[in-house]
């Protein structure tokens, strides 16, 4: 297993240690697992919806494409009994 080595401010210290305590995290080594795993989900997740958001503005959907959607929900609306 890789080791990460860094350095970190008293505050930033006790507030890990009050999650440790609190039984957020098992340990400030988990905190940091935990916080990373965050940070690259994050990441990872607003690359896909730019990447998805390029795609729609590369190529939008036609009217065609939403109509039946329109249609749909339209539909569905009417059979509910409220």
Request: glycine fraction near 8%; avoid cysteine.
């Amino acid at each position: 297993m890789t080791q990460l080595v860094t350095r970190i401010d008293e505050n930033l210290a006790s507030l890990v240690d009050e999650l440790v305590a609190a039984g957020v995290v098992e340990s400030r080594s988990d905190a940091v697992r935990q916080g990373l795993m965050t940070l690259i989900d994050q990441h990872r997740r607003s690359q896909t919806a730019e990447a998805i958001i390029r795609g729609y503005r590369t190529r939008p959907q036609t009217e065609e494409e939403l109509g039946w959607a329109d249609e749909s929900t339209v539909g569905m609306i009417g059979e509910e009994p409220w």
